[in-house]
């Protein structure tokens, strides 16, 4: 099961994708509260998203994105086409979602 999450609408030539992605988003700051230990920084580090196979945006995060991010962005598409979402995270884990418009 995917991790990503994805509602897409038109408006014209223009796709309005809005997406949830499931990531902790550590910082590698934060302390464990039943061990006192830091937790380990695991956070998305690179974003793709694609329509038709052709990247439309590529987004470098961090660990100031909070917890379970919700990402909206606006692409060029109409109307049954293709976009898939990729990422992976500092730990090397990745997942990807394609939805049709």
Do not use: C, H, W
């Not at 509602?7 to 014209?12: D, F, L, M, N, P």
């Not at 956070?43 to 991010?69: G, R, Y």
């Amino acid at each position: 099961m995917s991790t990503i999450k994805m509602r897409i609408s038109t408006a014209g030539d223009v796709l309005d994708v809005k997406s949830l992605i499931q990531q902790a988003m550590e910082s590698g700051r934060v302390k464990d509260k039943a061990t006192g230990k830091l937790i380990p920084a695991d956070f998305i580090q690179t974003m793709t998203v694609s329509v038709n196979d052709k990247t439309a945006v590529e987004a470098n995060l961090s660990v100031a994105v909070s917890k379970n991010p919700y990402i909206n962005f606006k692409v060029p598409g109409k109307k049954g086409d293709k976009v898939t979402i990729a990422y992976t995270t500092n730990l090397g884990k990745s997942d990807t979602a394609t939805e049709t418009a």
